[in-house]
């Protein structure tokens, strides 16, 4: 039943969604059983071409960006003009999946459970399949209730999300120009839930990529720690990392060794994900190398954090060794900022309004970094307008389809709003 609080035009809202629930579950098993791996560019394509026509049928221009520049398969642009003036959206999603054509988790499955639950199975279903289609089904039911009309909506669905494309400043350029466009960033990945409970998610941390390389003299092992020998490069390695981990532990900072190899050589292939070594045990080693991430809250912390990893590796070095970092930023953060928290109020308001419990702030320890962080510094944001699930990312992902009704609702209602407030830009 409506809650008294909605408009009739809100209540048409959440009728449509209702209405709307299995053909968009239909649209959700078309696209899990398209592979979209990142590095199947032909695939998120396919994907892509898929979804154009759903968008252009409430009225988007849609545009299909490539991004060979990048080495990935491109990013669908689709923009609603609405009334001059008004707030402008932007929504945000992505195509890709992290499983490619060789993984043997390929289609969708839906099954119930226990409990009477609706649920699916699929590479995809939740992250983020599911979130671009409870998108589609939120703008239906707009469209449906004369609210689309009016509103300002610019889409980008990434091609890459998983993995992104190199360099970063060509793959995630549109995405960052239409930030700098909008007064808000709504962001269709999974619905965090913490003891059963929906939670808000008002910030995601950065994700940050570190190489530390050591190299020291060569000699045999029964020199090793005389002044002649030195201490040799794995040793050299041990000090830094074992100094990280004593002295950079803070508020909302993990960071993690992920890498590790030393020896006579150490070579690091192409993608970053191996280390090729050679060696003796009775050799000094020469050289070693660990790969690594932080992650952090803001820019400042990640500023901070690099400068204290940087001036551990400068230290005075063992005998007869030294060492050098070089950092890489693959995602910024969204820091939980006082526009953010107002987002969440709002969306709180329709909460109660629906008669659905509040929604508290999710601790950004428990999300991982997106796509929305390149938006950050330039609009307010509010993360999880997508499905809940587990197992994402694993054969095991799979997606609690009933809560596309009420995510569904949840959006459609903050975007009406939205639409008839003034926009700040």
């Known amino acids: 039943m409506a809650h008294a609080a909605l408009s009739p035009a809100e209540q048409k809202i959440g009728a449509t969604v209702e209405a709307g629930y299995e053909p968009s579950v239909a649209l959700l098993e078309k696209l899990v059983n398209q592979n979209s791996g990142s590095m199947n560019l032909a695939g998120v394509k396919a994907v892509a071409d898929m979804l154009r026509p759903e968008f252009e049928a409430l009225g988007f221009a849609v545009t299909w960006k490539p991004m060979e520049a990048a080495k990935r398969a491109g990013h669908l642009i689709a923009v609603h003009k609405g009334k001059a003036g008004s707030t402008k959206m932007l929504l945000i999603g992505h195509l890709d999946t992290v499983f490619e054509p060789d993984s043997p988790f390929q289609k969708f499955v839906r099954e119930g459970d226990a409990s009477g639950g609706d649920w699916a199975r699929g590479p995809g279903v939740a992250d983020d399949k599911g979130g671009v289609v409870t998108m589609i089904l939120a703008l239906k039911a ?36 239409a930030g700098k466009r909008a007064d808000v960033a709504l962001d269709f990945e999974g619905l965090s839930q913490e003891g059963g409970k929906d939670m808000g998610s008002i910030a995601r941390r950065s994700s940050n990529n570190w190489t530390l390389t050591t190299t020291a003299k060569s000699g045999h ?28 532990p803070e508020p909302n900072l993990t960071f993690n060794a992920g890498l590790i190899g030393g020896g006579q050589s150490a070579d690091i292939d192409k993608d970053g994900v191996r280390i090729a070594v050679t060696g003796k045990t009775n050799i000094i080693p020469p050289i070693a190398v660990a790969k690594g991430d932080f992650r952090t809250l803001s820019e400042e912390q990640t500023q901070r954090v690099r400068g204290k990893m940087q001036a551990i590796v ?20 969204m820091a939980p900022t006082q526009g953010n928290k107002a987002l969440l109020g709002k969306l709180n308001g329709i909460n109660r309004d629906l008669g659905l ?61 939205l639409a008839g407030e003034k926009g700040r830009k």
């Open 142 to 177: 707009m469209q449906a209730a004369g609210t689309l009309k009016s509103a300002n909506i610019e889409v980008v669905l990434t091609g890459d999300e998983e993995d992104s494309g190199d360099p970063v400043e060509i793959a995630r350029a549109d995405l960052v120009q």
């Open 221 to 248: 092992s029964s020199g090793i720690f005389s002044a002649e020998a030195g201490d040799g490069a794995v040793y050299e390695l041990a000090r830094i990392l074992v100094a990280f981990r004593k002295e950079l």
């Open 314 to 333: 400068d230290r005075e070095h063992l005998n007869g060794t030294s060492a050098k970092i070089a950092f890489d930023q693959g995602y910024p953060s």
């Open 357 to 417: 419990p509040e929604m508290a702030a999710l601790d950004p320890l428990k999300r991982g970094a997106g796509d929305i962080s390149f938006v950050a510094a330039d609009t307010d944001g509010l993360v999880g307008l997508g499905l809940a699930s587990s197992g994402d990312h694993s054969p095991a992902e799979k997606a609690d389809l009933s809560t596309m009704k009420r995510q569904a609702k949840r959006a459609a209602i903050l975007m009406s709003r």
